[in-house]
């Protein structure tokens, strides 16, 4: 109980300190931008594909701005401080990372917020909304947690580059096209192939999540696709305590 408390209220800090330093409005800007420009000037009803489409790939970008900051104000020589505290490393990450959590979920929210009493979508009840959108957090949550695991404090530069050379080999079968593949020897076709396949295999709950976010049907097998997500953001969060427990404390300057 105590380590929960600790990482509550670590969590709370981060994001007082996020608020105080002012970085809080690049998010609020983005998000003012976002909702005149794509859902505020319609003359129409938005559709509710539109919509989850929309801000689904809207807070998926802010998000890694978000991480990203909010995971740079954790590697300072500050956190020595923080961790003698008897935080503990673990707690220390998952504050973190709780904080990306916490500004990622509140910029839908806002968002939501606005449209349901400026321009509301058609069609959408709030049992809807809510099937749209548990799938679009449980996404914010995996980017969150995979930017977490890639922040300089968990993984030496090697190991990041690795990381997201194997996130570049799943996608690039959108890269990569046939013309492209057949001009490759035929093993290292096949080889790229099988690795393609193989390291896509994780990203699949990230991908149905966000179709069925859009769809919001859950029928058949889509209805254990959050289940995968959660499974995948535990995976993620684990992998990064894991790693940042195991390394030296080398904070940047």
Not at 61 to 88: F, H, K, M
Not at 140 to 158: D, E, S
């Amino acid at each position: 109980m105590q380590t929960l408390l600790r990482t509550f209220w670590f969590a709370v800090f981060t994001l007082s300190e996020y608020l105080r330093s002012g970085r809080i409005v690049i998010e609020l800007a983005a998000t003012a931008a976002a909702y005149y420009l794509f859902f505020r000037r319609w003359t129409l009803p938005m559709t509710p594909d539109y919509f989850f489409s929309t801000v689904g790939l809207f807070t998926l970008g802010l998000t890694v701005y978000t991480g990203s900051t909010i995971l740079a104000l954790g590697d300072r020589p500050q956190g020595y401080v923080t961790l003698a505290r008897r935080l503990g490393r673990g707690p220390y990450l998952i504050g973190l990372y709780l904080s990306v959590l916490v500004v990622s979920w509140g910029v839908y929210g806002i968002i939501c917020l606005l449209i349901a009493l400026t321009n509301p979508v058609s069609g959408l009840d709030i049992v809807g909304w809510m099937l749209g959108t548990l799938p679009l957090l449980l996404n914010l949550a995996m980017l969150a947690a995979l930017l977490t695991l890639l922040t300089p404090i968990v993984l030496p530069a090697p190991w990041r580059l690795a990381v997201l050379a194997l996130v570049a080999l799943a996608f690039s079968g959108n890269l990569i096209g046939g013309s492209t593949m057949s001009s490759l020897p035929e093993p290292v076709a096949l080889a790229l192939d099988v690795l393609r396949t193989v390291l896509s295999t994780p990203l699949l709950p990230a991908f149905t999540g966000f179709a069925i976010s859009v769809s919001r049907d859950y029928s058949g097998a889509s209805a254990v696709v959050p289940v995968a997500q959660l499974f995948l953001v535990i995976g993620l969060l684990s992998l990064a305590v894991y790693s940042f427990a195991q390394r030296e404390l080398l904070f940047s300057a």
